[in-house]
C-alpha cells in the first residue's frame, strides 16, 4: 500500500484530505477500499444491514452529523465487519466497546466513544454524497 502522504504528494489536484478530526478505534490504522455512504442520524440499524455484506477492498463510510448523542458501532457490528472482510469503517460520530474493537481486524475511525446504544427504526439513506471533515465523499470514491 502507498503511504497517504505518497498518494497527496503525486496526485496534488486530485487528492481531497479530510480534516483531521477521527480517532483510531480498530484493530488496523491503516485501510482502504471502494467507499459505500449511508447518512444517517442515532439509528444504526442500516449499518448493521450493511456490514452483513462482503465488504471485501470495500469502506463503510457513515455520516451521523457529528452527533455526540449515541454510538453507531460497537464490538459485534466491528466483529461482524471484520468476518464479512470490510477494509474500514469511518464515522463521523460515535462508537462504543472500544476494547473490543481494538482487536478486531477492521480499521474503525470515529470522533468519541459513547457508552448509549443507537435507535433501531431503519432510519437512514444509502448511496448518497456526504459532507464532513471539509470534504465530500460519494459511494464508489476511493478512501485511503
Not at 442515532?42 to 463510510?61: F, H, I, S, Y
Amino acid at each position: 500500500m502507498l503511504p497517504t502522504a505518497d498518494i497527496c504528494d503525486n496526485f496534488p489536484t486530485k487528492v481531497l484530505i479530510a480534516r483531521p478530526i477521527f480517532k483510531d478505534f480498530g484493530g488496523k490504522t491503516a485501510f482502504f477500499g471502494e467507499v459505500v455512504t449511508l447518512k444517517t442520524l442515532d439509528d444504526n440499524t442500516k449499518v448493521k444491514k450493511a456490514l452483513e455484506n462482503d465488504g471485501t477492498n470495500q469502506v463503510l463510510v457513515v455520516d451521523s452529523e457529528g452527533s455526540m448523542n449515541c454510538a453507531l458501532l460497537g464490538g459485534n457490528l466491528a466483529a461482524l465487519a471484520s468476518q464479512n472482510n470490510w477494509s474500514g469503517i469511518i464515522i463521523n460520530g460515535c462508537v462504543r466497546d472500544q476494547l473490543e474493537i481494538m482487536v478486531e481486524n477492521i480499521g474503525v475511525k470515529a470522533l468519541a466513544v459513547h457508552p448509549k446504544k443507537s435507535e433501531k427504526n431503519d432510519g437512514g439513506e444509502y448511496k448518497v454524497t456526504l459532507n464532513f471533515a471539509d470534504i465530500s465523499i460519494s459511494d464508489g470514491d476511493y478512501i485511503y
